[in-house]
């Protein structure tokens, strides 16, 4: 039977890594082994430094921003624009009287606005059909269904839409989004289901020019501009959204900034380029990942911690989880909690911390001109709306591969090469050494011995 000893000492003598024979020469004296043992351990040392630096790099450095400005080329997609009826009180009115007939409580008219439009309170609805003597006729759960029944359709909400100055079916490409603000219209959005239906081509270049989309619409409502794969949220920025009327024009020239990905930088992990593309989804309120659905993903997990239940305009959401009166009450004792979010280091404050990453194609867009005026002299009481863009963008973001895994494999393989002189097959001597030798060199020997009591 082999010792350890023994088949550690065959290795060493054979390995090919650089100074390892030295320690066990029988020719060598003690200083001449301890020399060469000293050496050995400073050199895999100083290799195990560098490939730990080589590690930390590629996990937390691998990814560079740059700037791009070779413009010409360049195909700008047009922002998402989304369509959330935000008031209607005629179609309130309407449905009023077709639930409780002509001469009904109004009080209930405001519950019912309450309910088709919620924005994270409940202050009528509470206090009309909560507590211990509520008012006659009210409901107490299913409230979706009653939001349904106010939002306005899509052509009685949006018509006479232009691209570029050429007319287009507005209803045919804006497409139905739910959103956690009720039903939404949104033109050029993932979000709205793009591959179920025609997609109209809203590339910019230098030979369309600036993109430029109008339309009018038939209730008050907020437009919001936004990335393809974001969604309208609770917690919008203001300056994403313009809130339109009736009798108003609305004008808003915006520029927009793309951030364009590597080729590589899809096989980078998560944690290395510290966000996530649209196709990389973990949530169940929207098919694509964006840092806005991830936060009404955030807004709704808290929610069901809190109330066990969640808003019944949470979209995707199964009846089951969503909100009856008393969820209703819960989620309106705990508006501050939910409606705000805060960063992790902010303390003493109410709000939602929204573990988020932003998305890797986040575009920049920032308003540049806003402007309005009154067209009281319209016959109907609708808005019209231009957004488009100042200019052709000159620069966009560019997310490129610094240290990719053949550069680690690259510097990992250079370092061992330099300080030790090993290779891959450096290594597999080890196990060879370990495993296969000592087998092999057991059973030379028993064939030996029986070689010899058969001479013999």
Known sequence: MLRLRDVVGEYLQNSTLHGAKFIVDKDASW????????CLVASWFASWQLIKASLEAFENNAISFVVESSYRDWDTNFPAIVVCESKNMDRIQEVAEQ???????????????????FRGESYHTVHECGGEEPAENCFYSNFSYYAQLVRSSCP???QNCLWNGKSFDCCK?????????????????LQAGLNKGPKLNMYSNRYTGAGSLQMELLTEATVFILGEEEVPTL????????????????????????????DQIRDTSVAQRNCRFSDENTLDVHRYYSYSACTVQCRKDRQMELCNCSSHLTPNTPDWQLCNMDGLECLNRNYEDLSVIIAKWSRGRKGLVCDCLPSCTEVDISTVHDSKENIYGHQNPISKIEISLIELPTERYKRNVVRGKLDLVVSIG???????GASLLSFVEIVYYITIRPYGTMLF????????????
């Open 173 to 189: 490409y804006f497409r139905r989004m739910e959103t956690e603000l009720g039903i939404c219209y949104a033109i050029n959005s």
């Open 156 to 158: 009685d909400s949006i």
């Open 31 to 38: 200083l001449e082994r301890l020399f060469w043992i000293f």
């Open 99 to 117: 639930l409780w007939g002509a001469d009904h409580d109004f009080t209930l008219e405001e519950v019912l606005s309450e309910i088709a439009f």
């Open 414 to 420: 250079g370092t061992t090469g330099l300080f030790v």
């Open 445 to 456: 020997e028993k064939h030996r011995l029986r070689q010899e009591l058969q001479t013999n």
């Open 235 to 262: 917690v919008t920025p203001k300056t994403d959204y313009l809130i339109v009327g009736p009798y108003v024009s609305f004008v808003r020239h915006i520029a927009k900034r793309d951030i364009q990905n590597d």
